[in-house]
């Protein structure tokens, strides 16, 4: 949502958020380091969560095998229940409006795949009519040959620039987590704390960047696995 957007963007802007040194080390992608930033406008309350793939499924890399895309399902199905990650007071009057979670982890492939297949059934229909056609002309036979060494040449250097771009996916690739809550509540006025659970479903991250934007104030501060209350 666009509201959303503004204010997450807003959040990370904010003089505090920037100055803040486990902010810009979680920018980094530090293992076992995530950042949590909350914005409240009006009667709004809206949470992101950005953490690496080795915190939340315990890897980085695109989904090899079916263990690693069940992990994958398991971590997004709770991550979008955002009330098994945040306790609200029942006092805010809180209702969630929007959940979004997207990941760099891949496993979105199968339907691409497809239409590729679809594409190369109908190379196969064009070469039988290539074939035909070289039979009526054999001039045209020592035409296309040229050409088709001019293809081969193409052919060899797509795929070194495939090659390429896979080990820079590889190099530089980070697997990460973005979720997004958004809430609208009828008594913001009573915001005072809030406790995460993050820690309890998520062992492996070690702390968690908080960066706070309400309608009064800025904040940072960091949680622990024993330090999990949310002060505003």
């Keep these: 949502m666009?509201?959303?957007m503004t204010l997450l963007a807003t959040i990370i802007a904010s003089p505090i958020?920037?100055?803040?040194?486990?902010?810009?080390?979680?920018?980094?992608?530090?293992h076992g380091q995530v950042a949590m930033n909350i914005a409240q406008d009006g009667q709004d309350l809206l949470f992101e969560i950005t953490a690496p793939g080795a915190d939340v499924v315990g890897?980085?890399?695109?989904?090899?095998?079916?263990?690693?895309?069940?992990?994958?399902?398991?971590?997004e199905?709770?991550?979008?229940?955002?009330?098994?990650?945040?306790?609200?007071?029942?006092?805010?009057?809180c209702t969630l409006v929007d959940t979004h979670i997207e990941h760099g982890l891949g496993g979105h492939d199968d339907h691409d795949h497809e239409k590729h297949a679809e594409h190369d059934g109908h190379d196969d229909h064009d070469h039988e009519k290539h074939a035909e056609h070289?039979?009526?002309?054999?001039?045209?036979?020592?035409k296309h040959a040229e050409h088709d060494g001019h293809d081969d040449h193409d052919h060899e250097k797509?795929?070194?620039?495939?090659?390429?771009?896979?080990?820079?996916d590889h190099d530089d690739g980070h697997g990460e987590f973005t979720v997004q809550y958004q809430f609208s509540c009828s008594n913001l006025s009573d915001l005072s704390t809030i406790e995460?659970?993050?820690?309890?479903?998520?062992?492996?991250?070690?702390?968690?960047?908080?960066?706070l934007l309400t309608d009064n104030a800025q904040s940072a501060s960091e949680l622990n696995s024993t330090s999990t209350t949310i002060q505003f």
Excluded: C, Y
């Design 2 to 4: 666009k509201l959303r």
């Design 17 to 30: 958020a920037v100055a803040n040194d486990e902010f810009r080390q979680h920018e980094a992608h530090v």
């Design 59 to 75: 890897f980085e890399h695109s989904a090899k095998n079916e263990a690693e895309k069940q992990a994958i399902a398991d971590a």
């Design 77 to 93: 199905a709770l991550l979008a229940q955002p009330s098994k990650i945040f306790t609200l007071p029942s006092s805010l009057g």
């Design 134 to 142: 070289d039979g009526h002309d054999d001039h045209d036979h020592e």
């Design 158 to 168: 797509h795929a070194e620039h495939d090659d390429h771009d896979h080990d820079h």
């Design 196 to 211: 995460t659970q993050w820690f309890t479903h998520f062992p492996s991250t070690e702390k968690v960047s908080v960066n």
